[in-house]
């Protein structure tokens, strides 16, 4: 079965400074991935998909992640933080079918003035 | 753009109260999914549905029901609440045309309690 494993449950970073939110995935054939983020009291959208196409993937609001098969990984990052960035996010991945998809526990993302 | 609708937002039930919760997509999306969310727990799959009529079980099925009667809306049922449903339940829908390329769109979701 397919997982994700997200580091850190809580990130707090200062307004400008650079985010990161890592992911990694186990998968034994080449994974769908995807970030989510989940504002309060609202449901998850998406942010940015992984394609195979590139393995830079841009996304909305300024985020990014980079795909790196030799780490199993799928980080998030976005250079310069905003305080609207404040929101809980989500790493998943999807199965060959697209009738599963795995979510990592999420990291909340908190940033300060 | 593809809009999911969850009917309520929040709900307050009673212990053994038979709940209802339902969701409609507007995208003719086949597959569709019933998630809960809980602090620390990430999102668990409920049960999803891939055509009408047709249900698979999740992860964490025990306690749940489902009904699809129509392509566009799926119905999630408690039978009998109980204080450890109290939850954030999420709606999610995705097309099964390169379907493992697709993201789900979620509904915004209802935060239920349950006393």
């Known amino acids: 079965a397919q997982s994700v494993t997200q580091l850190g449950s809580h990130v707090s970073v200062s307004e400008g400074a650079l985010v990161l939110l890592r992911c990694n995935y186990s998968s034994s054939v080449p994974p769908y991935l995807f970030w989510y983020v989940q504002y309060p009291n609202q449901g998850l959208q998406l942010l940015l998909k992984?394609?195979?196409?590139?393995?830079l993937v841009k996304g909305i609001n300024g985020f990014e992640a980079e795909f790196k098969k030799s780490e199993t990984s799928f980080h998030l990052t976005k250079p310069s933080a905003h305080m609207s960035d404040a929101a809980e996010y989500f790493c998943?991945?999807?199965?060959?079918?697209?009738?599963?998809?795995?979510f990592g526990t999420g990291t909340s993302l908190t940033v300060i003035p | 753009d593809v809009k999911v609708t969850q009917s309520s937002r929040y709900l307050v039930k009673r212990t053994g109260e038979k709940v209802f919760l339902e969701c409609v997509q507007d995208m003719d999306h086949e597959n569709m999914f019933w998630y809960r969310q809980d602090p620390g727990l990430g999102l668990r799959l409920i049960y999803f549905?891939?055509?009408?009529?047709?249900?698979e079980k999740g992860d964490i099925p025990e306690g749940y029901s489902v009904s699809r009667e129509k392509k566009e809306r799926f119905s999630l049922i408690l039978e009998s609440a109980s204080t450890n449903q109290t939850s954030m339940y999420l709606c999610a829908s995705t097309t099964r045309h390169r379907a493992y390329n697709s993201p789900l769109h979620f509904g915004n979701g209802t935060r239920l309690t349950v006393t």
């Open positions: 549905s891939y055509d009408v009529k047709m249900k």
């Open positions: 998943a991945v999807s199965s060959n079918t697209g009738n599963q998809f795995y």
């Open positions: 992984y394609t195979s196409a590139a393995t």
